[in-house]
């Protein structure tokens, strides 16, 4: 069996965290099949026991990310002993990448406002600029039962 260097513990230790920081997304399309119904509710309670509050979830988000942020840091500063040619980096970015791009924008709530936004101006043919998306839902008394995204956008746009 292979020893693992020193040098590699970083990388590994980086794309462990990254998917740590990934388990709710991978988790929430798992169990959902899509993220249509997403509201950006997502917790990390799966490192924990079912009952715990949002404060120490929020502690648990942050610890995972300032560990990434460590260990990235180190990864930059051990940067010439750690990969050894380009192939070694491009491997390395597309692993990232890869976990990265299955993260729903869960901390971000305006992705869901620009989406909305989009969704205002496409589907119901209202200029974002003069109407904004609960103003028009409440005076137009629209039907969101089948629009989620118009849902979600409303839910993040009041939070």
């Known amino acids: 069996m292979k020893k693992i260097n020193e040098s590699e513990i970083f990388k590994l230790l980086f794309i462990l965290l990254a998917i740590t920081f990934a388990v709710p997304s991978i988790a929430f399309m798992i169990h959902n099949k899509t993220v249509l119904n997403f509201t950006g509710d997502l917790e990390f309670r799966f490192l924990l026991t079912k009952n715990v509050s949002r404060g120490l ?3 648990v988000y942050f610890a995972i990310v300032a560990l990434m942020v460590i260990v990235y840091y180190f990864i930059i500063k051990k940067r010439n002993v750690i ?3 380009i192939k070694q980096i491009l491997i390395f970015v597309s692993i990232i990448t890869l976990v990265f791009v ?3 924008p869960f901390s971000s709530s305006d992705v869901f406002y620009y989406m909305g936004i989009g969704r205002l101006s496409s589907q119901y043919h209202q200029n974002p600029y ?3 998306i609960k103003g028009y839902i409440d005076s137009n008394n629209v039907n969101l039962e089948n629009d989620t995204l118009m849902r979600q956008s409303i839910y ?3 939070v």
Do not use: D, G
């Open 130 to 132: 003069y109407e904004s």
């Open 57 to 59: 979830q929020a502690i």
């Open 83 to 85: 990969f050894k040619n």
């Open 156 to 158: 993040k746009f009041l």
């Open 102 to 104: 299955l993260v729903l």
